[in-house]
Structures are given as C-alpha cells and as structure tokens.
Nanobody, 111 residues
Framework: EVQLVESGGGLVQSGESLRLSCAAS????????INWVRQAPERGLEWVST???????YYEETMKGRFTSSRDNAKNLVYLQIHSLKRGDTAIYYC?????RGQGTQVTVSS
C-alpha cells in the first residue's frame, strides 16, 4: 500500500520560511516523480511543483524563485522549501504520486 505523509507545516509570519517534508512508502521511490499541490480555503487543488526521479524540479510559474523542491532517495523523502511566505500561501499542502495523496500539512501565514 502506497502511503504519503506530509509534515512541517505551521503558523508563520509573512516573510518567514518553511520546509515541508513528504515521507513515502510502498512504492519504488527512486523511480517516482512526486508532486506538491495545495488547497487554499474555498479553492480547488493548485499544482505547486513536480520533482522527477532525476531530481529535476518544475514549478508553477508564479511560484518560481520562492519554492524549492528536493528529494532524498535514501530516506524516501521529498522536501518543499518555501521562502518569503505570503498570506496567499495559506493552504493545506499535499504531496501526491499519481492520484494518491497524503493527509496534508497546514500552512498558515499571518501578516
């Protein structure tokens, strides 16, 4: 059974940074591209980033420069570093493999 578990969210002030983690199990992790998506209050899922099996990361256009995705294949972990957080980044962040996602981690940015 594939499981994805996100962590690292919290309540932060505008301008601060966070690093989210996604722990994966039940899949051949090193061969898998992992996506990050987010869902803000009363909005649909929004794609944030994809990191492929080679570690190449791709970002939604407006998030380039503030979001950095990386992976540690030895630990089956994917990270999403978010710099200069804005109130508009407030959302539940999920990692996904195919259509499978974890329970999410809440990021709340206060001004």
């Amino acid at each position: 059974e594939v499981q994805l578990v996100e962590s690292g969210g919290g309540l932060v002030q505008s301008g601060e940074s966070l690093r989210l983690s996604c722990a994966a199990s039940g899949l051949t992790f090193s061969r898998c591209a992992i996506n990050w998506v987010r869902q803000a209050p009363e909005r649909g899922l929004e794609w944030v980033s994809t990191i492929d099996s080679d570690g190449n990361a791709y970002y939604e256009e407006t998030m380039k420069g503030r979001f950095t995705s990386s992976r540690d294949n030895a630990k089956n972990l994917v990270y999403l570093q978010i710099h200069s957080l804005k109130r508009g980044d407030t959302a539940i962040y999920y990692c996904m493999w195919g259509d499978i996602r974890g329970q999410g981690t809440q990021v709340t940015v206060s001004s």
